[in-house]
Structures are given as structure tokens and as C-alpha cells.
């Protein structure tokens, strides 16, 4: 029994591990892309400004198209959407590559390719999580949900240091070629993974089913409540990325805070990671809510007082406990959100639902560099307080009794 609840024996679920394989190498890529794509823009156009609005032309379409993308996934199957988006990923940033190496790039020609690669996105970030609740039995599902969290952990932390260091030794366009193959390898991993069909029905019109996946997702009093809570957690992120590295130009000279402002980032990221894989061997099924409250309380605390009160020491050990809160918190979210989605409607709610989750980070953001300038303390109390709602947006979500009810 214990060895049929292990991390080995997910390895003998058909399909999964290509699956894995393929969405460490695809979020390896997009991970090493949105840096490279920065250092590129710097080394041929010298434009600070460009840059930024060819990051922002990689995120912001395909949040966008999510809607659409998860009718994609629920009418033609999450087996071909990921596919396609591997392969139109793969596609894109190469051209990027041999447009450079013909010395024939223009900023409209960057943006177009920069916009096309950024519609596929969401095909691959939703495909991955609906095809894991239909791959995993339900018993092994919290186990799936970890190792992918953990991966998505570890690749925040390998991929932009491969792209800097890849960059710097060999150049941006060769880069950007890496990029390309490592979606050309994920696209063939995918070929490994069992074909899954669309489970939508294909009677009503795409828009329709488009403006359904949306009120799915505003009606539906988990998904909702899901959406509000995790929004309202990610904004402590949000101003954690703003107000950390200011705390440690504060401590440390410019050349030095660099690094360790980097060092916290990836000592954080692997703590998530670690996290995550424990996370997996808590049985998060039926007590997903109060996992997530916990975790966010406790991330409330690492914040303030934890990271602001106790100086440089209590900033790291905030940072630890915040990153190792994540995992369970990820996890927790992704077995309740798939539990209780009609696996129909699981491609457009995963789409529409991984899109609205990001919307708190640049809020958050986006209030620290208002806040930041009065009191670096007040901003991490911000940080702590949009957690603590966060827990308390998540217990209001109703119990497996009150929502079969």
C-alpha cells in the first residue's frame, strides 16, 4: 500500500511520464523564452522600452484568448491542443532565431512572432492540468498535482539562469534555437501520451461555448471563490517581487544585492518545490480548503511580521516559509478545482481559471511601488493582509457536503 502511494508508482500510470517530461521541457522553454527574449531585444535594438513591450505582447494576448483556447481544449481533446501548442511554440521562436540570423529583424516582425507564440500559450499551460485528472486515478491525483507543482517550482529557478548563462556564451540567437528544440522535444513527448478526445459537445456554436466557460466560472461558487482567494493571495506575490529587492538594496550595495536578491528568489523557488512534493503525501482530497487557509495564514505571518521586523535574517526565513507554504497551497487548489469541474467543462475551466489567477500578481505589484515609497514595513504589511483575506476567501468556499447540496 505505502509503495502504491509513492512518487515511483505514478511511473507505471500510461502516459504520465512523457506527460511530466514534456510540460518540464515546455515550461522550461517559456521560462528561458521571457528572459531571452529581454536580452535579444537589448543586445540588437538597445531599448529598455522595447523590450518591456515585447514581454508584455508574450503574456498579456494569450490571457486574453484563454476563453477561446478552453473551448479548444474541451471540443478537439487536451491531448492535440498541447500538441499544437508545442509545435506552434517550437515554430515561432525558431523563425525569431532565422529572421536574426538573416539580419532581417524589425520590432513589427518581432511582435508578430512575439503574439502568435503568445495566443498557443494557453493551450499548454490549461492542456497540461486537464489532462492530468484524466491520465491519474483519482486516488494518486494530489501526488500528480505536486510533482507538477514541484516542476513548475524547479523551472522557476533553472530557467532564467540557463538563459543568462546560454545567452552570455553562445549568444541570444542560438538561444532562442535552444528554445525552439526544447519544444520540438516537448511536442515529441506528447506523441508518447494517450490520445484523449474532447469531451464538448460540438452542437453549439464555439462562441457560445466560449461565453458558457465564463459563466461557469463567475457562477460556479468554488471555481468563483477559487478565483477570488487565489487572486487575493497571489497579490502578496505580487508586492513580495516589488518590496524584496528594495529591503536588500537597503542592506547591500547595488552589485551585491543583485545576487542576493537572486539567491533568495532560488533558495525560494526549491523550498517550493520541496513543499510540493511533501504536499503530496498529506491527502489533500476533502481537505483542500483548509489546507490552502493554513498555508495562506502562515504565509500572512512570514510576511509581516517574519520578513519586515526581524532584518535580514528574518527576511530569508519569511521568504522559506512562504516558498514551502506554496506548494501545498498550489497543490490544494489544483485537486479541489478538478474535483469539482464537470471534466466537459474542465479545458475552458482551467483556461479561464489559470488566467484570472494571475491577474493579483500585478496588482500587487502594482500597489507596492505605491505604497513602497511611504513605508517599507507598511508594504509588507500589504503583503500580509492580502493573505490573511486570502484564507478567509477560501474557507468561505463552500465543503464537498454543501456543494453536492
Same mark, same amino acid.
Given at each position: 500500500m505505502e509503495q502504491q502511494n509513492s512518487y515511483r508508482a505514478l511511473t507505471t500510470i500510461p502516459g504520465l511520464t512523457p506527460l511530466i517530461v514534456a510540460a518540464t521541457l515546455s515550461r522550461l522553454a517559456g521560462r528561458m523564452f521571457i528572459l531571452t527574449l529581454v536580452l535579444f531585444v537589448l543586445a540588437r535594438f538597445s531599448s529598455p522600452a522595447l523590450a518591456g513591450w515585447l514581454t508584455f505582447a508574450a503574456i498579456v494576448p494569450g490571457l486574453l484568448v484563454s476563453p477561446i483556447a478552453g473551448v479548444l481544449l474541451d471540443r478537439v481533446g487536451p491531448t492535440i491542443a498541447v500538441r499544437i501548442d508545442m509545435i506552434a511554440s517550437a515554430i515561432f521562436i525558431a523563425a525569431i532565431s532565422i529572421v536574426s540570423w538573416l539580419d532581417s529583424t524589425t520590432p513589427p516582425v518581432l511582435f508578430f512572432l512575439v503574439i502568435l507564440f503568445s495566443l498557443a500559450g494557453p493551450l499548454g499551460a490549461a492542456g497540461t492540468r486537464t489532462l492530468l485528472p484524466r491520465l491519474v486515478p483519482s486516488h494518486a491525483l494530489d501526488r500528480a498535482n505536486a510533482l507538477d507543482t514541484a516542476v513548475y517550482a524547479v523551472v522557476d529557478v533553472v530557467g532564467p539562469a540557463m538563459a543568462g548563462i546560454i545567452v552570455a556564451w553562445l549568444g541570444p540567437e542560438s538561444?532562442?534555437?535552444?528554445? #525552439? /528544440?526544447?519544444?520540438?522535444?516537448?511536442?515529441?513527448?506528447?506523441? /508518447?501520451?494517450?490520445?484523449?478526445?474532447?469531451?464538448?459537445?460540438?452542437? #453549439?456554436?464555439? !462562441?457560445?461555448?466560449?461565453?458558457?466557460?465564463?459563466?461557469?466560472?463567475?457562477?460556479?461558487?468554488?471555481?468563483?471563490? !477559487? #478565483?477570488?482567494?487565489?487572486?487575493?493571495?497571489?497579490? @502578496?506575490?505580487? +508586492? /513580495?517581487?516589488?518590496?524584496?529587492?528594495?529591503?536588500?538594496?537597503?542592506?547591500?550595495?547595488?552589485?551585491? =544585492?543583485?545576487? +542576493? @536578491?537572486?539567491? !533568495?528568489?532560488?533558495?525560494?523557488?526549491?523550498?517550493?518545490?520541496?513543499?510540493?512534493?511533501?504536499? =503530496?503525501?498529506?491527502?489533500?482530497?476533502?481537505?483542500?480548503?483548509?489546507?490552502?487557509?493554513?498555508?495562506?495564514?502562515?504565509?500572512?505571518?512570514?510576511?509581516?511580521? +517574519?520578513? #519586515?521586523?526581524?532584518?535580514?535574517?528574518?527576511?530569508?526565513?519569511? /521568504?522559506? !516559509?512562504?516558498?514551502?507554504?506554496?506548494?501545498?497551497i498550489d497543490v490544494a487548489l489544483l485537486t479541489l478545482r478538478q474535483r469539482r469541474t464537470d471534466p466537459q467543462q474542465l479545458g475552458r475551466v482551467m483556461s479561464i481559471s489559470m488566467s484570472l489567477n494571475l491577474a493579483g500578481f500585478p496588482l500587487g505589484s502594482a500597489l507596492a511601488g505605491m505604497v513602497i515609497t511611504s513605508s517599507l514595513s507598511t508594504t509588507f504589511v500589504l503583503a500580509g493582509i492580502a493573505s490573511v483575506v486570502a484564507a478567509i476567501a477560501t474557507i468561505s468556499i463552500p465543503s464537498d457536503t454543501e456543494a453536492i447540496a
Open positions: 538561444a532562442m534555437s535552444m528554445i #525552439a /528544440l526544447f519544444y520540438a522535444g516537448a511536442a515529441i513527448c506528447m506523441s /508518447l501520451v494517450p490520445f484523449l478526445p474532447g469531451l464538448a459537445s460540438r452542437q #453549439a456554436s464555439f !462562441l457560445q461555448q466560449t461565453w458558457e466557460g465564463i459563466q461557469i466560472v463567475a457562477r460556479q461558487s468554488t471555481l468563483r471563490g !477559487l #478565483a477570488i482567494s487565489y487572486s487575493m493571495y497571489q497579490i @502578496t506575490w505580487g +508586492v /513580495l517581487y516589488v518590496v524584496v529587492p528594495v529591503f536588500v538594496a537597503n542592506h547591500y550595495d547595488t552589485s551585491i =544585492g543583485s545576487s +542576493v @536578491t537572486g539567491f !533568495l528568489w532560488a533558495a525560494m523557488g526549491i523550498a517550493g518545490g520541496i513543499g510540493a512534493l511533501l504536499a =503530496g503525501h498529506l491527502r489533500t482530497t476533502g481537505r483542500e480548503r483548509y489546507i490552502m487557509a493554513i498555508g495562506m495564514v502562515i504565509t500572512a505571518l512570514a510576511a509581516w511580521p +517574519v520578513a #519586515a521586523e526581524f532584518g535580514f535574517g528574518g527576511l530569508a526565513i519569511g /521568504l522559506m !516559509l512562504a516558498g514551502i507554504m506554496s506548494g501545498p
